[in-house]
């Protein structure tokens, strides 16, 4: 018999969507993929060759837990000058990418039966990492209106004594959108008051098109003392598949973290760690150029977003995701359950472009597209989305 947690996980609706995409390829057909969640830019050259070096070194013995000491030094200097964040290497932990710096957090913070906050549309995995701890996921309602993002009352609308954390995405993973100062602050003086912690999972803080971005933690000591940033490589050095992700807290979650990582997994690969340490160190101007090419694709998709009709979406400020509202065509497509993977399905079938139902994101009415992939490609892939909901409506 197999563990009972494992009935209450939802089923992953991007490896379905890989999986459709995989077969249709099989058959020959050209596939537009608008659903990658992954930069489609290559790991900066020096960052490369540091790895190649660390292994013609024979750098590949067991180190640090909570990662190397270099590594964790870079990481408190990127932090203190990107963002105003001071932190000792004994308050970083570095683990096998940003979603294992998740389940290290709720691990370290929850005991079962705790509720954690969680905004709605949320990243698809925060659900289900806190259902597979046992935790329970309490979700946040928030408002088109506001750019979905939740403020103070929504919090108090949803937190009982039993919540534990809750976890704040930005810049956001599927909208775009990102957090003011101010929203910032509201929010952290309720969780203060009410003894939550807050993850703030800012793994795509560098793809930020606006002003400086503010890190939460750096709002205050009161912030500092209750926020864990959650932070990695992934994102900004286009490393996801080397898995570098990492957390700064205080110390006594920092330490609780290390014997948690110490017993599951040691540390993450040390050639990673020597990746993610060049990339910090020396490649800001590869990664200012990705972002660059990012907000000039941003202007580029919204621009063909405003020329077609009965959509709407968020304008994206962040992240590389456009998300896109298509509850007005409702009548238009048949649907059982979910409209918007009835939406993707028929366009996958009939039009070749691949999107991510708004549904894995908790929130039906939505598709996201994403444009970390050529230009030409996403240009397409939008003509196509124009010309079938011309052909519906």
């Avoid at 549309?121 to 209106?145: A, G, H």
């Avoid at 957090?179 to 309720?190: D, P």
């Avoid at 065509?329 to 070749?352: G, M, P, Q, W």
Wanted: some cysteine; glycine content about 4%; charged content about 20%.
């Amino acid at each position: 018999m197999l563990s009972n947690r494992l009935s209450d996980i939802t089923p992953s609706y991007t490896i379905s969507i890989s999986s459709k995409i995989n077969e249709l390829k099989s058959l020959g057909i050209n596939i537009i993929d608008l659903s990658i969640g992954e930069p489609d830019f290559n790991v900066p050259k020096k960052a490369k060759l540091s790895g190649i070096n660390s292994l013609n070194e024979n750098l590949t013995k067991y180190d640090l837990v909570p990662g190397m000491k270099i590594l964790r030094e870079e990481i408190c200097k990127k932090l203190i000058f990107e963002n105003n964040l001071d932190y000792s290497i004994d308050e970083i932990v570095v683990s096998s990418g940003a979603k294992h710096s998740i389940t290290n957090t709720i691990l370290a913070l929850t005991n079962p039966g705790d509720e954690i906050l969680i905004p709605t549309p949320y990243w698809v995995s925060y659900p289900q990492i806190t259902k597979l701890l046992n935790c329970k996921p309490i979700f946040i309602e928030s408002k088109k209106d506001n750019r979905f993002k939740i403020n103070s009352n929504d919090i108090l609308k949803n937190m009982t004594n039993k919540t534990k954390l809750l976890i704040i995405n930005n810049p956001s993973n599927p909208t775009g959108s990102v957090y003011t100062k101010k929203e910032l602050s509201e929010i952290v003086e309720i969780c203060y008051k009410h003894n939550i912690y807050i993850l703030a999972d800012e793994i795509y803080e560098k793809i930020y098109y606006n002003n400086d971005f503010v890190s939460m933690a750096s709002l205050s000591e009161k912030a500092k003392s209750i926020v864990i940033t959650i932070n990695g490589l992934s994102k900004s050095c286009a490393m996801t598949g080397l898995r570098i992700g990492y957390t700064a807290s205080n110390k006594t979650i920092a330490k609780a973290i290390t014997t948690i990582q110490g017993h599951l997994v040691s540390h993450p690969s040390l050639t990673s760690q020597y990746i993610a340490y060049e990339a910090l160190n020396s490649c800001s101007h590869d990664i200012d150029n990705m972002v660059s090419i990012y907000k000039n694709r941003r202007d580029l998709i919204c621009k063909e977003l405003n020329s077609i009709n009965n959509i709407d979406y968020i304008y994206p400020d962040g992240a590389f995701y456009t998300f896109i509202y298509i509850g007005s065509l409702k009548k238009h497509i048949k649907y059982d359950t979910s409209l918007s993977i009835a939406f993707c399905n028929k366009l996958l079938d009939d039009h070749h472009v691949a999107v991510v139902p708004g549904i894995a994101f908790g929130i039906d009415d939505y598709i996201r597209i994403s444009f970390a992939c050529n230009e030409n490609i996403f240009l397409e892939g939008l003509s196509k989305i124009k010309n079938f909901i011309n052909q519906l409506v």
